[in-house]
Structures are given as structure tokens and as C-alpha cells.
């Protein structure tokens, strides 16, 4: 399917410009006067990126986040959303966001709703940010829902280019520490063992046990590694599977430290989804169901999908998260008061930041530690290989 932009005459005598899908020029044409238009020009818009989205280039996070915030000041400022999408797609000139707003835009003047024209492009725009707009356009918020994704498409960013930084410096110490115990065991262990060759006395087990490790690495290091690494294949192909996903899901939820955390993160996404739809005038209904698509942990989301089947039936919003028994108490306790007053939006928010706060708190702990305790790792390993190759030695010379 190809994109055409034409300049037509309709039945008054009124020039009009648009865009249209179809898959030759003829079968435009035969579309542009089967809506009573004569048309006066016709061009085809390159495609060349729209392909190289599809099958290699992506759309980088910083290009949507712009598109979204300059569409969302477009339509409050009751802007046609064809109208919207075209100005927008005009300002990304050597981004894929140009060829997919285009095409957005030909779906929705052939008459698809917006989130549908969206969701033909799973990898821009996500399941959640389709039903957003979804809900956005049911509400007759779509202005709103689109600045509040924006919002939300910044904050995640800020937190990416946050979390990116912090851990940073301990994968490239982590990658340090392994390739220098490596090049110990693989260089360094091999030429002390020559020389050990030609003494006749026992070595220490310590020294044994090193050498060993040397040999095992230098013999069976790659298929160690292949073995490593198609484990970890296997785990993420098992992890595909629906049931075992959720049998993960709940092992994580019930571990000590790592529970609390998963719970609180997938949490404070769900009470932030929550906070805009609801304040962009969207039903609770709605509202849930659309945010259980944030919901990484596949428990957590199949409690929010039973919460929402009991919202419906007419049980508040605090009671049937409570009954799912996922959520942390603070949200739900948050969540009922926000019902007695009649402002959950706000209650919602203010869950949602005390658990970011909280998880921020957490991760700078812990990143606070893990560096100090990745250097004593790598400096006890060294000792321990060092040690072992002059015991030797030092036995040699006691003799």
C-alpha cells in the first residue's frame, strides 16, 4: 500500500489536498472520484522510509516523544487531526516518523480512528500508548491524554537516561573484573605453572586448585560460554510461554527484596497511567483497562484484568485491587481515601510518586554499594590468584 497526496476539485468547484492510500496511482484515482472528486494532481510520497522502518531502522524514543507533544498543542488548539498529523509529519524530514505519521494519516481520512491508524505500527507506538489514545478519543480528551503522554514519555526518558548512567560504571568495572581474571588464568597461570614443573615437591592445594581452574578455562572456556549463553536463550524462549511466564511472574513477587521492588515499580507505572486518564476525564473502567498495559509483571496484570471484571460488576476500585492481593498497601489504602473524597486522580499520583521516590531511594543504596563490593571481588581475586602461584615459593624457600 502506497501513500498519494493529490490536489482535487470537488463538486462546487472547491480545491482540495489530501493524502490517500492505495496500491497504484489508477486505484487512487478511482478512490478520489469515488468521493465525488476530480483529481488535478498526483504524487506519490516516497516510501523509503517506511520500509526502512519496517525492516531495519526504528523510531528512537526522543522523535516520538517530540510528536506526541507537538500533536497534543496542535489538536487542543482544535486543529483537525489529519490536519495535526500532517504538520507534524512535515517537521521530521530524515526521521521514519515522517513515512508512519503519513500513513497514520491516510487510515484516518479513509475513516479508521486514530488509535487504530496508530496500532497498524506496533513498533512506534505500544499497545498502551494506541489505547490512550483510544480512551483519549472516547472521552473526547484526546488533547489531553496526548500532553500526558508526552509527559510521560519525557519522564521515562529522564528516568532511561538516570538508570543508564548509575549503572554505567559498574557493568564496564564488571567487564574489567572478568577480563582480567581471565587474562590471569589464561597467560599468567600457565607461565608459573612451567617453572613449578621442574620442582620436586607437592604443590599446595590452593596452588592445585588454581592451576586447575586455568586449565579448565584455557580447555573449555568457549563452550562454557556457548553453554552460558544458550541457557539464557532457553530461558527467555520458556519465559515466552504464557503459563510459565506466570508461574515466574508469581516466584518473583513472593522473593524477599526483589518482590517488594518488582511490586512497587509495576505499582507506581499503573497509579501514573491512572492519574492521567482519570484527570483527562476518563472512566475508572476504561482507565483500567487501558493502564494494566503497563503492567510488566504478567501476575499483576491478570489481577488488574480480574480487578477490572469486578469494577464492572460495581465493587470500588480500592476493594478489588485489594482482593487481587498484588498491589502494595499504601496504593490501595490511597486509592480508598481517594474514593471517599472524589479525587482518586490525585491520590493516584501521589502513590505513584511516593513509590518512584522510594524505588529511586533504593536503586541509588544499592548502586552505592554494588561498586565498592565489585572492586573487592576483583581485589580478592587477584590476591587469591596471586597467593596461590608464590606458595610455592615461599614453601621452596621454608624447605
Known amino acids: ?32 472520484r469515488s468521493r465525488d472528486l476530480t483529481p488535478v494532481d498526483l504524487k506519490q510520497v516516497k516510501n523509503k522510509q517506511a520500509k526502512e522502518t519496517t525492516f531495519g531502522r526504528k523510531v528512537s524514543h526522543r522523535d516520538l516523544t517530540q510528536a506526541t507533544r507537538q500533536l497534543a498543542i496542535l489538536i487542543d488548539a482544535a486543529t483537525p487531526v489529519e490536519e495535526a498529523l500532517k504538520v507534524v509529519a512535515l517537521n521530521f524530514e530524515k526521521s521514519p516518523m515522517r513515512s508512519i505519521l503519513m500513513d497514520v494519516r491516510s487510515r484516518v481520512m479513509e475513516g479508521s480512528r486514530l488509535s487504530d491508524a496508530m496500532a497498524a505500527h506496533p513498533r512506534t507506538f505500544t499497545d498502551l500508548y494506541s489505547a490512550m489514545v483510544g480512551s483519549g478519543e472516547a472521552s473526547g480528551q484526546l ?15 529522564e528516568v532511561r537516561n538516570k538508570i543508564i548512567g548509575a549503572v554505567a560504571y559498574p557493568i564496564i568495572l564488571s567487564i574489567v573484573a572478568v577480563i582480567v581474571i581471565i587474562l590471569l588464568m589464561v597467560f599468567l597461570v600457565p607461565t608459573l605453572v612451567d617453572q613449578f614443573q621442574t620442582m620436586d615437591q607437592e604443590l599446595p592445594p590452593l596452588t592445585r586448585f588454581v592451576i586447575g581452574t586455568s586449565e579448565f578455562i584455557k580447555s573449555y572456556g568457549i563452550f562454557l560460554a556457548i553453554g552460558i549463553g544458550a541457557v539464557i536463550y532457553g530461558i527467555g524462549r520458556l519465559l515466552k510461554n504464557e503459563e510459565m511466564n506466570l508461574r515466574w511472574s508469581a516466584f518473583l513477587l513472593r522473593l524477599p527484596l526483589i518482590g517488594n521492588l518488582v511490586r512497587s515499580i509495576n505499582a507506581a507505572r499503573f497509579a501514573r497511567t491512572m492519574a492521567g486518564l482519570l484527570d483527562s476525564g476518563t472512566p475508572a473502567l476504561s482507565s483500567m483497562e487501558t493502564s494494566l498495559h503497563t503492567l510488566r509483571n504478567s501476575t ?15 465493587s470500588p476500585i480500592s476493594t478489588s485491587l485489594k482482593q487481587s492481593g498484588t498491589f502494595p498497601p499504601l496504593v490501595i489504602q490511597m486509592v480508598s481515601g481517594g474514593e471517599a473524597s472524589g479525587d482518586i486522580g490525585k491520590m493516584f499520583t501521589k502513590s505513584a510518586e511516593y513509590l518512584e521516590g522510594d524505588f529511586n531511594r533504593f536503586t541509588t543504596v544499592f548502586l552505592n554499594i554494588l561498586n565498592p563490593m565489585i572492586i573487592i571481588l576483583l581485589s580478592f581475586v587477584v590476591l587469591i590468584v596471586i597467593f596461590a602461584m608464590y606458595m610455592p615459593m615461599l614453601q621452596m624457600v621454608s624447605i
Open 300 to 314: 499483576m496484570r491478570k489481577a488488574v484484568t480480574e480487578a477490572a471484571v469486578k469494577v464492572r460488576e460495581g
Open 143 to 157: 488533547g489531553a491524554v496526548l500532553e500526558r503522554l508526552s509527559i510521560d514519555l519525557e519522564a521515562s526518558q
Open 1 to 32: 500500500m502506497e501513500t498519494f497526496d493529490y490536489s482535487a476539485f470537488d463538486r462546487t468547484g472547491n480545491r482540495l489536498t489530501g493524502s490517500v492510500a492505495a496500491s497504484t496511482a489508477r486505484e487512487a484515482r478511482d478512490i478520489l
